[in-house]
């Protein structure tokens, strides 16, 4: 059998009741090279009696003790034969289109390695919400939201195997955000982007990490902390975390950090970062009502008295982007 361009990496942990759907979404794809791995992460429910009632030969299934998310992962990207790593996650939902386009996008663009997508966000009885995950999709503002934020939907992505090795994979700690970890090495030597199409239902659950994990901003201000780093090795650890934490609400009331390292953070990141990167990929036009909208957000945060000083100069980067793809209709 010739082996599949993509590899599925599908963990479940006691997720039976939403699982039936998140594999028939992944079966039911127009694209169909691709093989599925489903790892049972020592589950306690009947997920494993779900993925038995299926018979198609993409299907690899595989049970361990439970060993947490991030070496379900290592395990899993060991055992793909696919180029490309798709990831879904047992709760979600992928659109029947999601990897023909995200395998076009690929093709077209070979020095990108990894891809998300926009969702539709649903809650626990598949009802949409109203709202959505639609992040930036160009890779230079991508890169500049990563030293702070995660603005990937992990179940959304799909990124190349052994580009993705050499930065050192998936971490294999019991962590929450091995996938902001990971998107955020990536993005430190190579182009990212998003697909500017909904091609996901992403559920929001109640016992979801981001809910239910009281450590959840301390992880995500650590591999913030690592990110200002990267950009400014200068900058002490000490003041790279202070950076971090007053970014997520998190800092202490003095800022003890000099408006000239802040300078200095600011002037790497946009020399690291260049306009002309993107050069080879599709750039998605940014819709006018978008545009206002993110405009009038940015300029709410400068004037705002409660923006910190990093705030402020956070905001006037993302602004200079936002008009860097500004609809020719609109006159700054």
Known sequence: MKKPLVSVILPVYNGDKYLEAAIRSILDQTYAHFELIIINDGSCDSSEEVVKQFNDPRIRYTYQENQGLGKTLVYGVSLAQGELIARQDADDISLPLRFERQVEFFQNHPNVVLLGTWADIIDEDDK???????????????????????????????????????????????????????????????????????LLLYREVSSGISKSNPNYDLWVIEVSRKNIHFYLQELSESSCHELASIFHGKGSEEFRISDREIEQFVHRVMQVIPVSEQKNVRRVKIDQKVFAMKRKYYNARLTADNSSVLEKLVFRIKRKLLFMFKPKSVIA
């Open 128 to 198: 949409h919400t109203g709202r959505t995950h639609e992040h930036p999709t160009d890779s230079q503002e991508l890169k500049f939201e990563l030293v702070f934020n995660n603005p990937f939907v992990h179940s959304s992505v799909m990124f190349r195997k052994d580009e993705t090795a050499k930065v050192g994979g998936y971490a294999d700690e019991r962590k929450a955000f091995e996938d902001y970890d990971l998107w955020s090495r990536i993005s430190h030597h190579y182009p990212v982007a998003n697909l500017g199409e909904k």
